[in-house]
C-alpha cells in the first residue's frame, strides 16, 4: 500500500482528502504544518506529498526547498487557490511534480497522484538497473583482464540463464564472491535476491535455525518467529560460502531442502516451498575434500551441475598491473587523494611478488600504499609484502628513510607473522590465532588495523 503525507492546515480539507484517498486504497498520513511533517519524511515513511501553499510557521515553498534536500525523489503536488498559480508555477521550477487549484475535482487529483507514482516507480526501477549495471562492470573490473579471466566470465555468463547449481573453487581472494555475483546479476534472478552466508561463520548449533528460520517458542531466546537465510532468497540466488567448512549436519539438511525443493522451520511444522538458486564456492579440492570424508558425495554430486576453477593471481601475472591501477582508482576516491600512478620499481615488486592473498590482498595492499604515500606515485619503497613469498627482504634496512615510521616497521612485521600463522594453518583463521597466542577476535582486529585480508 502507497503513502501519502499531507500537508495541511485545515482540518476540513485534512478530512477530505482522507477520505478520498482512502478509498482509493492509499495509506494517508495528515498534518498541519511543515515541522511535523519532516520527522515522516526523514524516516522514508512516504511514496507522495500533498502540499499546501499557504501554512503557518514555515510556508509551502520553503517546506518544498527542504524536501528537496531530504529526497530529491519524492513527487510533491502543490495544493494552491486559483490566485496562486503563478507561485504554483515557481514551486514546479523548485522541483514540484505537479500542482492542483482548489477546489478541485477528485477525479483528476487521484489521476495526477498516480501518474506522479508511476513517474517515481519508473525513476527507482531505472536507478536500480543503472546501479546493478555499474555493480557488474565494477565486479569485472576486479577480476582482471587476461585469458584465463575471460574464459571464466565466458563461463559465467553461459551458466548463467540457467537454474544449474554451480560450484566454484579457488583460493582465498581470488574472486569466487565476484563471479557469483556476477552470474546472478546475468540470470533471470537477477531482479531477486542475492544472499550470501559464510558457512565457516555460524555456529553448528544454529546452523539450522540460520538456513532455515525458526518459529516462535523454538528455543530459549527465539522471542519471535525468523526467516532464515533460503527462505530470504527465495526466487533469487543463495551463495553457500565455502561450503566445505559446513558439518556434516548441517550438510544433510541441505542435500534434504535441494530435494525436496522444501523447508521447515526449526520448530515449525507446515513446509515452506523453495525456489532458489545455489551457488557453493570453497578454497579447498570440492573432490579431495569428498575423498577425505569431510563433504558429503551425494551433496558434493547435487552442486556440481557446473563447475568453475579460479586460477591464483600467481597463474595470471599480466592481471597485476591491471588490477593495481583499478584499486588504485578507487582508493584514490575513497581516501580523497590523487595518487597517480605505480613507479616502475613498484610495478616489479609487485610482479615479483606470490600473492597468496590473491586479489584480495592485493586490493588491501594498495589501499595502503595510497594512504601512505604523500603525493605523485606509489614507489617501491611503500610496498611491504610477505618475505615468504618473495625473493627480497619483507622489510629492506636499506629501504628506511626518515619518512619511515617505527610503527610501519612493526605493523609490517605482524604482517609477516599473521600471514605465515595463516599459511601454516591452511586458512583456518581460529588455528592461526591459536599458532599466534591468541584469540579469534584479536586476530580479526590485528588483520583489519594491518589491511590483511579477512
Given at each position: 500500500m502507497e503513502s501519502i503525507l499531507v500537508?495541511?492546515?485545515?482540518?476540513?480539507?485534512?478530512?477530505?482528502?482522507?477520505?478520498?484517498?482512502?478509498?482509493?486504497?492509499?495509506?494517508?498520513?495528515?498534518?498541519?504544518?511543515?515541522?511535523?511533517?519532516?520527522?515522516?519524511?526523514?524516516?522514508?515513511?512516504?511514496?507522495?506529498?500533498?502540499l499546501d501553499m499557504r501554512l503557518p510557521g514555515m510556508n509551502g515553498m520553503a517546506i518544498l526547498k527542504k524536501i528537496g534536500k531530504i529526497d530529491k525523489?519524492?513527487?510533491?503536488?502543490?495544493?494552491?487557490?486559483?490566485?496562486?498559480?503563478?507561485?504554483?508555477?515557481?514551486?514546479?521550477?523548485?522541483?514540484?511534480?505537479?500542482?492542483i487549484t482548489k477546489p478541485f475535482v477528485n477525479e483528476e487529483l487521484i489521476l495526477i497522484i498516480r501518474k506522479a507514482l508511476k513517474t517515481r516507480s519508473l525513476n527507482k526501477e531505472v536507478k536500480s538497473l543503472r546501479m546493478k549495471l555499474n555493480k557488474k562492470r565494477i565486479y569485472e573490473k576486479e577480476l582482471g583482464e587476461s585469458r584465463a579471466i575471460k574464459r571464466i566470465l565466458k563461463q559465467a555468463e553461459l551458466v548463467a540463464p540457467t537454474n544449474m547449481c554451480v560450484m566454484i573453487q579457488g583460493k582465498s581472494g581470488t574472486g569466487k564472491e565476484v563471479i557469483a555475483n556476477i552470474i546472478h546479476h546475468k540470470s533471470n534472478r537477477k531482479s531477486k535476491p542475492f544472499i550470501a552466508v559464510d558457512c565457516g561463520a555460524i555456529p553448528a548449533t544454529l546452523l539450522e535455525s540460520e538456513l532455515f528460520g525458526y518459529e516462535k517458542g523454538a528455543f530459549t531466546g527465539a522471542n519471535s518467529t525468523k526467516k532464515g537465510k533460503f527462505e530470504k532468497a527465495n526466487g533469487g540466488t543463495i551463495l553457500l560460502d565455502e561450503i566445505t567448512n559446513l558439518p556434516f549436519e548441517g550438510q544433510a539438511s541441505i542435500l534434504r531442502a535441494i530435494e525436496e525443493r522444501k523447508i521447515n522451520y526449526v520448530g515449525g511444522k507446515k513446509p515452506v516451498d523453495l525456489d532458489v538458486r545455489i551457488i557453493a564456492t570453497t578454497n579447498l579440492d570440492f573432490l579431495q575434500e569428498v575423498k577425505k570424508g569431510n563433504?558429503?558425495?551425494?551433496?558434493?554430486?547435487?552442486?556440481?551441475?557446473f563447475q568453475i576453477n579460479?586460477?591464483?593471481?600467481?597463474?595470471?601475472?599480466?592481471?597485476?598491473?591491471?588490477?593495481?591501477?583499478?584499486f588504485l582508482k578507487e582508493a584514490n576516491l575513497e581516501l580523497g587523494k590523487n595518487i597517480k600512478d605505480f613507479s616502475v620499481g613498484a610495478i616489479r615488486r609487485l610482479l615479483n611478488y606470490d600473492w597468496p592473498g590473491n586479489i584480495r590482498e592485493l586490493k588491501?595492499?594498495?589501499?595502503?600504499?595510497?594512504?601512505?604515500?604523500?603525493?605523485?606515485?606509489?614507489?617501491?619503497r611503500i610496498i611491504f609484502l610477505d618475505s615468504a613469498n618473495q625473493g627480497d627482504s619483507i622489510f629492506n634496512i636499506e629501504e628506511i628513510n626518515d619518512k619511515t615510521s617505527f610503527d610501519q616497521i612493526i605493523g609490517t612485521i605482524e604482517s609477516d607473522l599473521i600471514l605465515k600463522a595463516i599459511k601454516k594453518a591452511k586458512g583456518n583463521k581460529t588455528k592461526a590465532a591459536k599458532l599466534l597466542n591468541m584469540n579469534r577476535k584479536t586476530l580479526y582486529r590485528k588483520m583489519n588495523i594491518l589491511g590483511i585480508p579477512l
Open positions: 500537508i495541511e492546515d485545515n482540518k476540513d480539507m485534512q478530512f477530505l482528502l482522507s477520505n478520498i484517498l482512502n478509498e482509493e486504497g492509499f495509506k494517508v498520513c495528515c498534518v498541519g504544518e511543515g515541522k511535523n511533517a519532516f520527522p515522516v519524511i526523514n524516516k522514508g515513511a512516504t511514496d507522495l506529498i500533498l525523489e519524492i513527487p510533491v503536488i502543490m495544493l494552491t487557490a486559483y490566485g496562486e498559480i503563478k507561485d504554483a508555477v515557481k514551486a514546479m521550477q523548485l522541483g514540484a511534480y505537479d500542482y563433504f558429503r558425495e551425494d551433496l558434493y554430486h547435487r552442486l556440481n551441475q579460479l586460477p591464483t593471481l600467481k597463474e595470471r601475472k599480466e592481471d597485476i598491473p591491471v588490477l593495481a591501477k583499478e588491501h595492499m594498495v589501499k595502503k600504499a595510497v594512504l601512505l604515500t604523500e603525493s605523485g606515485n606509489i614507489t617501491g
